[in-house]
């Protein structure tokens, strides 16, 4: 079954700097991938969705690209503010899935000031 | 902006105990889901919802679960008897399109 990785390890950054997230997923390729943030205690809120044959998308600070070769989605934020400061979540529909999203444990993002 | 509710936010319960789970999904959309998320842990699918029955289900959701829309606004989630290993936030999530919504989650402890 598909498996999703995500950098578990926490990514600190200076404010006003852009954050690289990644996500490597293991085994076919999916029809879209989809960005979530999560807040503690809340659930993952939708920011977006990249499909297989579009390399990249863009959303005001959010950049999402897509490589279908290297099995990589790279999630970006430009001009980082503590605000950004939540875990986000990569997640994939598991094929034939109606829409079956599994989802990878999340990368922990802290913006200092 | 339309928002998936879910009540309550914390239940408490004992162990054996039944135990159901109320969502109110964003009003046009057509799939309704049940996550769960373990503390410190990934977001488990367990449940989808299409046209008043289940389209899909994970192998967590066992006999002990059961979903229901039993109106055309309310979604629920019911834990015949609950078990410690049930404890968990559960999400309820609806979608349209491929993107879905989150409510706020009911963090379940079992006693």
């Known amino acids: 079954s598909q498996k999703i990785e995500q950098n578990s390890e926490a990514l600190n950054i200076q404010e006003g700097k852009t954050a690289t997230l990644t996500c490597n997923y293991t085994?076919?390729?999916?029809?879209?991938l989809q960005w979530y943030r999560q807040d503690p205690g809340r659930g993952p809120v939708f920011l977006l969705l990249?499909?297989?044959?579009?390399k990249e998308k863009r959303k005001e600070r959010l950049k999402v690209t897509f490589d279908t070769t290297l099995k990589q989605s790279l999630f970006h934020i430009t001009a980082s503010q503590p605000a950004d400061s939540a875990t986000y979540l990569c997640?994939?529909?598991?094929?034939?899935?109606?829409?079956?999203?599994?989802f990878g444990a999340g990368t922990r993002l802290a913006v200092h000031p | 902006e339309p928002e998936v509710t879910q009540t309550p936010s914390h239940q408490v319960t004992q162990m054996g105990q039944e135990v159901i789970l109320r969502c109110v999904p964003i009003?046009?959309?057509?799939?309704f889901y049940w996550y769960r998320q373990i503390l410190g842990q990934k977001v488990e699918f367990l449940v989808s919802?299409?046209?008043?029955?289940?389209?899909?289900k994970s192998e967590i959701f066992d006999d002990q679960f059961s979903v229901e829309r039993p109106d055309g606004s309310n979604f629920t989630l019911k834990i015949r008897s609950t078990k410690l290993e049930d404890s968990a936030m559960y999400f309820c999530?609806?979608?349209?399109?491929?993107?879905?919504?989150f409510g706020p989650g009911t963090r379940l402890t079992v006693t």
């Open positions: 999530a609806s979608s349209s399109l491929e993107e879905q919504y």
């Open positions: 085994n076919y390729s999916p029809a879209y």
């Open positions: 990249i499909r297989e044959n579009e």
């Open positions: 997640a994939l529909e598991e094929s034939g899935g109606y829409n079956k999203l599994i």
């Open positions: 009003s046009n959309h057509l799939y």
């Open positions: 919802f299409y046209n008043n029955e289940i389209s899909e």
